[in-house]
């Protein structure tokens, strides 16, 4: 199997979506008797336990450098605890709703990073793209423009969450040039723990809190959402880019939204079918005008070298 083909990457991120979807239905539950930083510090410490023997079994040298471990540290602290510190603590101030909106812009600062940091401009249709698929998130999950009027801490939080998860995926991107998918994921897990490990020690889980529910979830998002999932993650960060990893984030209203359905037996309507076509059409659309934009971009390259 190749793991760098554009076609399996975009297979396994549709795949991905599908199963971070169903994270907010297990994640919801095992919050129940978790606090945040606590479920985190459980789901990679599963990830760990997974991942670590199968390091062991394909090869025990350790390629990590000197000059990798800020950066390392630089993506578990952004995307591992500070995006789901702020994204859970905003959920205190705004509906999960609003918080879904506020999520849905990574992709489109993702491509403005792009844009001013690297130089890649993105074409008009790119920019409209993104926008109708956080129009058509707002049908999904049947905002309600009252809902708006929120604490402005609570929209602060999400911001940040924005911008940490851009800062993961950048700084990833640029990692995936020195590591193997396995390593770079292992190590970013192994930086999360340690990183974790103080507040851990400080605010221990209560013996009552370690129900099944909890430790069933933090389970499931350790194999499914943590191992596998940041695995299939990276290798798209190394395949596909920053940007185009960003944008599957507009499907996850989505597939909440179908599994809340399945699961939860949730009413979906009309104007929300609708609402999904709308963000499943339009992300087709950007990912079509990102790739051919890289394309150019790599044409004009080889053509300006030597």
């Excluded at 599908?18 to 129940?32: D, N, P, Q, R, S």
């Excluded at 770079?184 to 103080?198: A, D, E, G, S, V």
């Excluded at 339009?282 to 394309?295: G, I």
Aim: proline fraction near 5%; hydrophobic fraction near 50%; include cysteine.
């Amino acid at each position: 199997m190749n793991l760098k083909s554009h076609k399996l990457c975009y297979t396994l991120m549709t795949l991905l979506v599908c199963l971070w979807g169903l994270e907010y239905i297990v994640a919801k539950k095992a919050l129940e008797d978790f606090e945040p930083l606590t479920l985190v510090f459980f789901k990679y410490g599963v990830s760990f336990l997974v991942l670590a023997p199968i390091k062991l079994a394909t090869g025990r040298e350790l390629r990590i450098r000197r000059k990798h471990i800020l950066p390392m540290l630089v993506c578990a602290l952004f995307g591992d605890i500070i995006y789901y510190a702020t994204e859970y603590q905003a959920l205190s101030y705004v509906s999960v709703a609003v918080l879904t909106i506020i999520l849905s812009f990574v992709p489109l600062l993702s491509i403005l990073i792009e844009w001013g940091l690297f130089g890649r401009r993105p074409s008009p249709l790119m920019v409209a793209g993104v926008c109708t698929c956080i129009l058509g998130i707002a049908l999904v999950i049947g905002i309600d423009l009252g809902q708006l009027r929120g604490a402005p801490l609570g929209y602060a939080l999400g911001g940040i969450a924005v911008l940490a998860w851009n800062i993961y995926n950048f700084f990833t991107e640029r990692l995936t040039d020195d590591f193997n998918v396995l390593d770079l994921t292992l190590y970013q897990i192994t930086c999360t723990l340690i990183l974790l490990t103080p507040y851990i020690i400080a605010h221990p889980p209560t013996l009552a809190s370690l129900t099944p529910a909890a430790i069933g979830g933090a389970v499931y998002l350790g194999v499914v959402s943590g191992a596998l999932g940041f695995f299939i993650y990276v290798n798209a960060l190394s395949v596909l880019g920053a940007t185009p990893c960003a944008l599957y984030s507009t499907f996850m209203p989505v597939t909440a939204a179908f599994f809340g359905w399945i699961l939860l037996k949730e009413t979906l309507t009309p104007l929300q079918i609708a609402g999904g076509a709308v963000v499943i059409a339009s992300a087709c659309v950007v990912l079509r005008q990102k790739s051919l934009s890289d394309a150019r971009c790599e044409a004009r390259e080889r053509s300006d070298g030597p």
